[in-house]
């Protein structure tokens, strides 16, 4: 049996907690404030259980509780999490979202009502809340506490300089608080602060008289470099004259300041260009040179800017920089070939044309560019733009021919893999279905299904078809290899028999829809060129092919992404199902699938308001 | 009681079909046909029970029932519906797809096996598999009975003309026949077909006798026309000459034949160019101008196809006639800025500017339209490349400034549509979930949310907002006002309280992800402008706003799509639930919307890939 004492100190919390919120609803906090205090309940909740209420009645709460100690307290446990939802949830009460910072608003509100009251009586509160903060101003405290110093207070119920700095060290740590003071540049402070520290004054007199002997801008960048407020370094640095400009530029080269010290000059002068070189220098490492090139041509750094750009293929920069030197006609053709060649490897076949046409002057090359991009049109304008009919006969019309023989057989090996990953996931499922309704005890129709998991019909992957595809001239080449490269990325998972492998097919499909459904433009505009010049039999029978696939694409798409949308309800309910049946019959109808998969459970969207069709093809 | 009699005659089919098919299987064909004849089954079963095993043995089928009326009784009850799964569905039949025509396939096999058998015996079977394919063979069937007229069997089995067209007659509608006797041009089968029908001579003889007088690819013409077969009409007149040729092109307009009339004709010829203009006139009728200026360029038209470019803004075409042509360099200048206010119309600006710097040589025009179509780096490529940095001061700066405010307050409009709709959805939520629990009985907390309906919160659509953006200076404007008629198609269903109300607001949220997505480029290369021209302050408010915006949508998608991924489980099971609500309420997870709206229910996929921030951008 336990001793009559202990059981006299036994709260319910429960009960406890109601009292204290009747108290907290009637602003009697000093009730509650005591209550908690011996109950070791946490300060917060005079605060969470109703922010509002207390903001509004801080001095209440202030003039009830009337002790610097157990405001510094209540100050010191102030924390962000809500104790309503964490420690003492209360049934009826809503977590209605409180934004902002907790800590700092109490703070903020405290102290303000006590500068207000009496800022000599509660001076110690007001240092913890400065102190309290989620990012602590112990400059501000160590201010407060230099003016005490200077101008100490007459009240009786005043406190000493002395007093409030040895409260601030039993708050804060003595290094920290000496850095803080050295961050004020009032050597007083520092002074007052080292002496009450443990620091050896060998160690940090010699430093602040070096200190003193410098120029004010100069000392503060050297407090605030020796601090690591390197933002601030530069500042003062800055002021310092011309003289320190490299040390200055160092320093930003350091502490990769560019966009500070920019800032700090005047866009017209000679340190502005020199930072902003330097920045460039910086952004070009970074794999940023068209930002680079961006900041080397405001400033006027043109020779460099164009370097720049042309390193990132900017080319429309580029060439408006080399236009503004201006470069000689000559180099600047070579520039623009030089543009040229990258814009090619980047299969930007359009802007290379542009590039070799407009500053190299060499239309045969940019038409073939063209022609090489299957931008036919575009060809066609040029042809007769520059009176080249004769390109007509010894380029356009081959490429025009390879170009449809391409996409014909591209469409060909695509139908191919997708019929086949589309018959492979019928079976899959089917035989998803029939493990399913084992498990749960019903018999499904006793066919050997074991083996059919292992069934000899193999899964191409897309990885067979690029390599027929590499000839340049039309972009099915960078579209295939792209293919492969993700078909790879997920082979794994299309292995017969693989958990997933019906997601790996959904994948496989939806990418196959994806790039055949994205030809709809270029094949309109090669069915358009092969009509002009009379090849109508290849563009009839390329209209054929391609509006088949997509057809049964489009008719596939209903069947494939079916069960994903609508359950099937036959085999749901009934005498033989539980609770559990039905519930992991729902939970089977999607798949617990890898979280990057999910997409494919979404059926693609087919573009089909993209006319792409020609009449007067049959 | 049942008289005795009747008794006798009662049989139950699932017997009778278990013996039936193990006759089919046994190939005892005749045992089964006498059966199936007696007890009114459905002879299709003979080729339905397994079409291959009937198909491989037809030679036995043929010889077992050797009856030429049994053979066309067979013949004519055959049809494409399959009575194993229909009639005489089999519980141990799998129903293996069939493609093909059924009717075909049979009629096909049985008539070559017979004609390899007996073709005089089996004459009249004969007959028959042509007239019951699906496009009955009646030219082939007159055929084979005007070669028994002209050449009369010798066998004693054989059967005559007389009989064979008899006994197509009694098969066939007797005009249907006749106009097939016509089609075969032959005169003595139409006059022995005309002979044997009601038709009066005096009809049909003054016809025939025209028709002798015609040459014979007018007279087949004629007789093409008379039934209606266009097709053939048209390849007989081509034939006729140069005289006929206005005659033709008549029946082409007539009849649309025009893709058929221009294969008859080498695509040099007179013919062929009257032919593609009358086949242009007729496209551009049909809103196909494109089509219509690639036939007429091909076959020389240059001025008519130069028109039919130009109508359809098809530019490059346009140009490249113009220039084939070649049109004087006034009158191309006036062409190209023709096509450029068409082009600025369609808010194409870069390629407007193409036209009006190439071709009407005014590089002014050009610059000016790159910059209404905020085509920052182009416009600049012009100026340096015509030296015109005047343009810069006078208009690309102010343009500049004027786009970023558009796209500012665009972003501050689309952010603040956002979050209105995204609280209101968790509203209908809450609401909708609550409503859910009261239908299954379950005590939801008591609180009035009939009110909440209506509550005042205003749901704005996209309609108040694009209004304030339609200067034509950035792309903002076309955007917005698509929106503005998507949301008008949509505003019945944002209504509060409508019963898709979630689903239209999840519409309305994807419609503005969507928006603000595809924004990455344009504020790109907004920003870079910016920063070119020392506009930092304003390129780093844009960057922050946009970038804050898109962090808040992709924050966002998670909560607003959460509830059709992952189903709350918590109230599912319990002991209050049934089988019925635990099915509801997953069903509740998806609600059933409307077709069209389903794709809300996917969130949509925002480009986090595309790198449109500024490193040099605070």
Redesign the interface.
Known sequence: QMPRGNLETIHHRALVLAQLRKWLDGLRFRDAFECMRKLRINLNLIYDHNPTVFLDNIEIFLKQIDSINHINLFLTELKEEDTTTTMYPCPSHSAVGKEGKKVDVVCDALRSTMETLDPQKYCLCILTSHVRKTTPELETALQKVHELRVNPPGGTSSVSAEEALKYLLFLVNVNELYEHSLGTYDFDLVLMVAEKSQKDPKEYLPFLNMLKTLEPNYQRYTIDKHLKRYRKALHHLSKCGEEHFTEMLNLVKDQRL??DALELYP?GSQQYKTLSVA?AEY?VE?Q?A??AG??L??CGESTRALQAFVSCTSW??A???A??IPLPPQQLALLARDLAEKLLEARRHTEAALCLE?YAKDCEEAISALIQGAAW??A??L???Y?R?DIIETDLKPALLEAHSNQTSFLESQKALFIRHKNRLSVVRELKAKASLELFGEDGPDCADAELYSEASSVMTGSHLGSKYSRSNSRISSRSSKNRRKAEGKKHSLKEGSPFEDIALLNALTQIITVVDKMREEVHSLL?AL????FDDAASALQRDYSDLLLLMDKSIPDIWSEN?Q?GQNT??GPN?T?NS??AS?QQQKPAVPQQD??AL?PP?MRNSVKWK?????
Chains 1, 2 share one sequence.
């Not at 009509?531 to 009379?534: A, E, I, K």
């Not at 020609?614 to 049959?618: A, G, R, V, W």
Request: aromatic share 12%.
């Open positions: 560019y966009s866009s920045y952004l970074q940023q068209e930002q961006l900041l041509w405001r429309r920069n060439l408006a920089v236009a503004q407009q049109e575009e066609l304008r042809i007769y733009l009176n009919q358009k009509v002009l010049f009379q949308l359950p749901l309910t199902s609770v039905i519930v729902f999910t997409e979404a969207k020609l009449n007067i093809l049959k």
